[in-house]
Each structure stands twice: as C-alpha cells, then as structure tokens.
C-alpha cells in the first residue's frame, strides 16, 4: 500500500545545488511517516525548455516535484528548513500528502519555513466538498 504525498519547490536558478541535495536525501535518507527505512521518492526540474507547459513562452521559473511514498512531511519541512539556501526568499514549498485536496504553501522568511497558504479551509469544513451542494 502506498501514502503518496506531492512536492514541488520553486527556487532561484543559483540554488540549483541545493535542491539537487534536498532530491538526493529524498531519495537515499528521508525517513518514512510510518515505517523503518528510508527514502521515499526525488525531485525532477520541471521547468527546463523542454517541459510541456502551455503557452508560447518557456517558464522563467525553476521549479522542481516529486511524489514522495510513505514520506515524514514533517522532517520533509524542517530538512527545507534547515537548508543554507543562496536566495531563501526564493524558496516556495507546495506539499499536498495523501487524502488533502490542495496544496499547503510554504516559504521562508526571516530564517523560519513558514506556512502561509491556506490557513483555511481544511479538507473536513462545512460546504467544502462539492457533492454537498
């Protein structure tokens, strides 16, 4: 059974380095939300000039996803946080783990990786899910 969560990280181009590290950890050291082990997915750059964005223009961001199995979001947060990034007001995180309709955003400022959007709703609020009309 897996526990798909989505990742994408939107970065200056000079932090190029650095999110390459965060996808290799992802890939060979993250620990896992409910199991022994390690590891559980990787970044891919999405915005390169062959990424299939619609539109007549390249992207002129760098973002990088990935789906992460059975991934601890929190040490997910704080490995981003802890990260010595060359352009931190850069960094964007959109983290969307298994079960959650839409993304959480996160961003650093003032040295902290804080969430920012949404505050609200939650997937369980009243008159959120539209089969309830």
């Known amino acids: 059974m897996s526990w798909v969560a989505n990742i994408m990280v939107s970065v200056?181009?000079?932090?190029?380095?650095?999110v390459?590290?965060?996808?290799?950890?992802?890939?060979?050291?993250?620990?896992l939300r409910d199991r022994p082990g390690s590891g559980c997915g990787f970044l891919t750059e999405t915005t390169g000039q062959d990424s299939p964005?619609?539109?007549?223009?390249?992207?002129?961001?760098?973002?990088?996803?990935?789906?992460?199995?059975h991934a601890d979001l929190t040490a997910v947060v704080d490995r981003v946080g802890?990260?010595?990034?060359?352009?931190?007001?850069?960094v964007q995180v959109f983290l969307m783990d298994?079960?959650?309709?839409f993304f959480r955003v996160w961003m650093l400022r003032d040295g902290e990786?804080?969430?920012?959007?949404?505050?609200?709703?939650?997937e369980e609020d009243e008159g959120f899910f539209p089969d309830e009309r």
């Open 12 to 18: 200056d181009m000079a932090d190029r380095p650095n």
């Open 20 to 31: 390459e590290s965060l996808s290799e950890w992802l890939r060979v050291e993250a620990p």
């Open 53 to 69: 964005w619609g539109g007549w223009k390249f992207p002129e961001c760098t973002v990088w996803a990935g789906a992460l199995n």
């Open 82 to 90: 802890g990260i010595a990034w060359r352009c931190p007001n850069a």
């Open 98 to 101: 298994q079960e959650e309709l």
């Open 113 to 122: 990786l804080r969430q920012y959007a949404p505050t609200r709703p939650d």
